[in-house]
Protein backbone atom coordinates (compact mmCIF):
# COMPACT_ATOMS: atom_id res chain seq x y z
CA UNK A 1 0.00 0.00 0.00
CA UNK A 2 2.98 2.44 0.88
CA UNK A 3 4.27 1.39 -2.34
CA UNK A 4 0.73 2.43 -4.05
CA UNK A 5 0.76 5.73 -2.50
CA UNK A 6 4.69 6.68 -3.44
CA UNK A 7 3.85 5.79 -6.74
CA UNK A 8 0.40 8.27 -6.75
CA UNK A 9 2.65 11.09 -5.05
CA UNK A 10 5.02 10.38 -8.02
CA UNK A 11 2.51 10.48 -10.68
CA UNK A 12 0.60 13.73 -9.31
CA UNK A 13 4.36 15.37 -9.23
CA UNK A 14 4.52 14.63 -13.14
CA UNK A 15 1.37 15.12 -14.82
CA UNK A 16 0.35 18.32 -12.74
CA UNK A 17 3.18 21.16 -12.76
CA UNK A 18 3.60 23.99 -9.84
CA UNK A 19 2.39 26.27 -12.16
CA UNK A 20 -0.55 25.34 -13.27
CA UNK A 21 -1.46 23.95 -9.48
CA UNK A 22 -0.70 27.71 -8.66
CA UNK A 23 -3.16 29.07 -11.24
CA UNK A 24 -5.80 26.68 -10.22
CA UNK A 25 -5.37 27.76 -6.29
CA UNK A 26 -5.63 31.29 -7.36
CA UNK A 27 -1.95 32.63 -7.75
CA UNK A 28 -1.71 35.47 -10.26
CA UNK A 29 1.44 36.38 -11.07
CA UNK A 30 2.81 39.64 -12.80
CA UNK A 31 4.80 40.33 -15.76
CA UNK A 32 8.29 39.67 -14.01
CA UNK A 33 6.62 35.98 -12.78
CA UNK A 34 5.87 36.76 -9.41
CA UNK A 35 2.50 36.52 -7.12
CA UNK A 36 1.65 37.44 -3.90
CA UNK A 37 2.69 34.40 -1.11
CA UNK A 38 -0.59 32.66 -0.01
CA UNK A 39 1.82 31.85 2.97
CA UNK A 40 2.34 34.72 4.47
CA UNK A 41 0.94 38.13 4.91
CA UNK A 42 2.49 40.60 2.04
CA UNK A 43 1.86 43.19 -0.40
CA UNK A 44 4.35 43.14 -2.85
CA UNK A 45 4.50 39.52 -4.77
CA UNK A 46 7.45 37.98 -3.73
CA UNK A 47 6.71 33.91 -4.48
CA UNK A 48 7.89 32.03 -7.73
CA UNK A 49 8.17 29.19 -9.33
CA UNK A 50 11.77 27.93 -10.60
CA UNK A 51 12.39 24.59 -12.20
CA UNK A 52 9.18 23.05 -10.64
CA UNK A 53 9.41 24.01 -7.37
CA UNK A 54 7.29 27.43 -5.69
CA UNK A 55 9.85 29.86 -3.55
CA UNK A 56 8.99 32.62 -1.71
CA UNK A 57 11.76 35.69 -0.87
CA UNK A 58 9.49 36.72 2.09
CA UNK A 59 8.71 33.84 4.16
CA UNK A 60 10.94 31.56 2.56
CA UNK A 61 8.44 28.98 1.89
CA UNK A 62 9.72 26.71 -0.47
CA UNK A 63 8.17 23.44 -1.95
CA UNK A 64 6.71 21.02 -4.44
CA UNK A 65 3.34 20.96 -6.35
CA UNK A 66 1.81 18.18 -3.20
CA UNK A 67 3.82 20.33 -0.61
CA UNK A 68 1.81 23.38 -2.12
CA UNK A 69 -0.92 21.93 -2.57
CA UNK A 70 -1.30 20.78 0.92
CA UNK A 71 -0.20 24.11 2.05
CA UNK A 72 -3.23 26.05 0.35
CA UNK A 73 -5.86 23.86 0.67
CA UNK A 74 -4.81 23.39 4.74
CA UNK A 75 -4.96 19.70 4.75
CA UNK A 76 -2.67 16.73 4.73
CA UNK A 77 -0.53 15.06 2.13
CA UNK A 78 -3.08 12.79 1.73
CA UNK A 79 -6.05 15.30 1.23
CA UNK A 80 -3.54 17.27 -1.52
CA UNK A 81 -3.14 14.34 -3.28
CA UNK A 82 -7.12 13.75 -3.54
CA UNK A 83 -7.43 16.95 -4.02
CA UNK A 84 -5.16 17.26 -6.82
CA UNK A 85 -6.26 14.41 -8.84
CA UNK A 86 -9.52 15.51 -8.19
CA UNK A 87 -9.27 19.00 -9.84
CA UNK A 88 -7.09 17.63 -12.32
CA UNK A 89 -8.92 15.34 -13.26
CA UNK A 90 -6.14 12.84 -13.17
CA UNK A 91 -6.73 9.04 -14.06
CA UNK A 92 -4.86 8.17 -10.59
CA UNK A 93 -7.38 5.72 -8.00
CA UNK A 94 -6.17 6.36 -4.71
CA UNK A 95 -7.69 3.35 -2.94
CA UNK A 96 -6.22 0.74 -4.83
CA UNK A 97 -3.37 -0.21 -6.61
CA UNK A 98 -3.31 0.11 -10.55
CA UNK A 99 -3.74 -2.49 -12.99
CA UNK A 100 -1.02 -2.85 -15.51
CA UNK A 101 -3.41 -1.31 -18.23
CA UNK A 102 -4.23 1.41 -15.82
CA UNK A 103 -0.12 1.73 -15.14
CA UNK A 104 0.59 1.77 -19.05
CA UNK A 105 -2.30 4.57 -19.54
CA UNK A 106 -0.97 6.53 -16.88
CA UNK A 107 2.45 6.32 -18.44
CA UNK A 108 1.70 6.84 -21.87
CA UNK A 109 -0.43 10.00 -20.50
CA UNK A 110 2.99 11.60 -18.37
CA UNK A 111 4.94 10.95 -21.42
CA UNK A 112 2.69 12.48 -23.61
CA UNK A 113 2.76 16.28 -20.95
CA UNK A 114 6.36 16.12 -20.65
CA UNK A 115 6.46 15.98 -24.32
CA UNK A 116 4.14 19.03 -24.66
CA UNK A 117 5.66 20.78 -21.79
CA UNK A 118 9.22 20.70 -23.27
CA UNK A 119 7.63 21.71 -26.51
CA UNK A 120 5.38 24.44 -25.10
CA UNK A 121 9.37 25.37 -23.07
CA UNK A 122 11.52 25.13 -26.98
CA UNK A 123 8.53 27.36 -28.16
CA UNK A 124 9.24 29.99 -25.40
CA UNK A 125 12.91 29.28 -25.80
CA UNK A 126 12.57 30.56 -29.60
CA UNK A 127 10.15 33.56 -28.95
CA UNK A 128 12.66 34.73 -26.75
CA UNK A 129 15.50 33.85 -28.76
CA UNK A 130 13.86 35.86 -31.65
CA UNK A 131 13.24 38.95 -29.37
CA UNK A 132 16.64 39.09 -28.60
CA UNK A 133 18.05 39.40 -31.56
CA UNK A 134 14.90 41.60 -32.70
CA UNK A 135 15.71 43.88 -29.55
CA UNK A 136 20.22 43.85 -30.95
CA UNK A 137 18.95 45.01 -34.19
CA UNK A 138 16.81 47.72 -33.05
CA UNK A 139 19.69 49.35 -30.53
CA UNK A 140 22.10 48.90 -33.26
CA UNK A 141 19.75 51.04 -35.66
CA UNK A 142 19.07 53.47 -33.28
CA UNK A 143 22.71 53.84 -32.27
CA UNK A 144 23.27 54.67 -36.66
CA UNK A 145 19.93 56.95 -36.85
CA UNK A 146 21.90 59.14 -34.63
CA UNK A 147 25.91 58.38 -34.80
CA UNK A 148 25.45 58.65 -39.18
CA UNK A 149 22.70 61.44 -39.27
CA UNK A 150 23.62 63.87 -41.66
CA UNK A 151 25.17 67.03 -40.22
CA UNK A 152 24.46 69.53 -42.90
CA UNK A 153 21.86 69.79 -45.55
CA UNK A 154 24.53 68.78 -48.59
CA UNK A 155 26.39 65.98 -46.69
CA UNK A 156 25.88 62.82 -48.73
CA UNK A 157 23.58 60.64 -46.92
CA UNK A 158 25.16 57.60 -45.09
CA UNK A 159 23.81 54.08 -45.97
CA UNK A 160 23.80 53.20 -42.45
CA UNK A 161 21.40 56.28 -41.74
CA UNK A 162 19.11 55.84 -44.77
CA UNK A 163 18.63 51.95 -43.48
CA UNK A 164 18.24 52.82 -39.78
CA UNK A 165 15.39 55.18 -41.07
CA UNK A 166 13.92 52.71 -42.68
CA UNK A 167 13.89 49.74 -40.62
CA UNK A 168 13.73 51.66 -36.90
CA UNK A 169 10.24 51.51 -36.46
CA UNK A 170 9.45 47.76 -37.47
CA UNK A 171 12.64 46.86 -35.55
CA UNK A 172 11.26 48.59 -32.51
CA UNK A 173 7.93 46.84 -33.24
CA UNK A 174 9.64 43.36 -33.63
CA UNK A 175 11.62 43.85 -30.50
CA UNK A 176 8.50 44.45 -28.34
CA UNK A 177 6.23 42.04 -29.84
CA UNK A 178 4.88 39.69 -27.27
CA UNK A 179 4.94 36.09 -27.65
ZN1 LIG B 1 5.78 33.77 1.73
Same mark, same amino acid.
Given at each position: ?????????????????????????????????????????????????? &????????????? &???????????????????????????????????????????????????????????????? &????????????????????????SQDEEIDPRYAEACRWLETARYNSTERG
Amino acid at each position: MAREIFDAIAAVREMVSMEEAAERYGLRFNRSGFAVCPFHNEKTASFKIH &DGRGHCFGCGWHG &DVIDFAQGVLHTDRDGALRALVGDFGLPIPLDRGLSIRERQELYARSARLRAKREREAAEQQAA &DDRRHAALDLFILYDTWARQYAPKSQDEEIDPRYAEACRWLETARYNSTERG
